[in-house]
């Protein structure tokens, strides 16, 4: 039996959901692969096609082709951005070929492009202090904004562990807070004295059930049926997603007057950066929930005026009689 395009993309996707990847990933991935799909109809490679039409011609124009588009903010897609259109038609290509024994183009015909150290940008103290003040006093989601920010910052979590807590992952006595991070591996992290106060006020405001720590003011989402496919509207208390979250952020940095570039990563940048600085880098690895001490090194680096006191204080030493 022939596979076609279509059955490559959604045998791949389905397969990420075995491994345990995040809705986000699936979402991203999904997107990256039905871009490149719509982009093959146009070369006359439609879903119907046998797989085996993806060819490398039709990968380097893909690529070609996002080298010259632009994105949503009217510019040219960053390397980092096509990387991960590129890793997505890799993986499919990979699962393609070694799973489902297809003759296709070698995964590294993708071409992924190297990008240089960006450094990494983390909140400092002032810039939070910044960015809760821009919170609307008048807003009627100013409460959980708040509480919302300081978690964020508090725990260090990536945006979708945020959304996935629960009531019972924390406890605001012990301010211990229980994460389910990527693999679903579960790690430990904490709420500052600050974050909790902050968070047992929004909690002490809510008369739903949801076992959700933070809720969407959205009550209706089309779910799929479970046995037809087929979505209909559901109406349920539902946590907030990631994407809302990071509206809220972007649109309080705006305000703040923080720089364009600002996202929600960056609280948790500045968290593991606090960490590594002052209890030492493995401190920062298991907070983070890092495999590799190597993804965690980034989070230590100093800044300029930090490395100028190292420097005059090594000086010093140097120069003190024996």
């Given amino acids: 039996m022939t596979t076609s395009v279509g059955q490559l993309k959604d045998a791949y996707l389905q397969h990420l959901v075995l491994k345990g990847r995040s809705d986000r990933t699936l979402e991203g991935y999904g997107a990256y692969l039905n871009e490149f799909i719509e982009f093959a109809k146009t070369r006359g ?7 085996t039409k993806i060819d490398r011609e039709l990968l380097t124009a893909f690529q070609v082709r996002l080298a010259t588009r632009n994105g949503p903010n009217g510019r040219r897609l960053s390397l980092a951005t096509r990387n991960l259109f590129g890793s997505a038609v890799r993986g499919m290509l990979r699962h393609g070929v070694t799973v489902l024994d297809l003759r296709l183009p070698a995964p590294d015909t993708v071409v992924l492009a190297k990008v240089g150290d960006r450094g990494t940008r983390r909140m400092d103290t002032d810039e939070f ?35 996935g807590l629960t009531r019972r992952r924390v406890n605001l006595k012990t301010r211990e807070v229980e994460v389910i991070g990527k693999g679903k591996k579960v790690r430990g992290t904490f709420l500052t004295e600050t974050a909790a106060d902050w968070l047992q006020r929004y909690l002490n405001t809510r008369r739903d059930d949801s076992p959700y720590l ?12 479970a046995k037809t496919g087929v979505t209909r509207p559901v109406k349920d208390v539902y946590p907030l997603h990631p994407n809302t979250v990071e509206h809220i952020v972007k649109q309080l940095a705006l305000r703040a007057g923080l720089p364009d570039e600002f996202s ?11 960490v ?3 209890a030492g880098l493995l401190a920062a ?3 983070a ?18 490395l100028k006191k190292h420097f005059d ?10």
């Fill in 264 to 274: 929600p990563h960056w609280l948790r940048h500045g968290r593991l950066t606090i």
């Fill in 313 to 322: 204080n090594a000086d010093r030493q140097e120069r003190r009689p024996g």
């Fill in 214 to 225: 933070f809720i969407s003011r959205q009550t209706v989402r089309h779910i799929p049926d």
């Fill in 276 to 278: 590594a600085r002052h």
């Fill in 45 to 51: 490679v439609p879903l119907s096609a046998p797989a």
């Fill in 129 to 163: 202090e910044r960015l809760v003040a821009a919170i609307p006093k008048d807003s009627e989601h100013a409460l959980r904004d708040r509480a919302l920010l300081e978690v964020l910052f508090a725990t260090g979590c990536r945006l979708s562990e945020l959304c």
């Fill in 289 to 306: 929930g890092h495999a590799s001490p190597e993804t965690t090194k980034r989070y230590t680096k100093i800044t300029g005026s930090e």
């Fill in 285 to 287: 690895q298991e907070l």
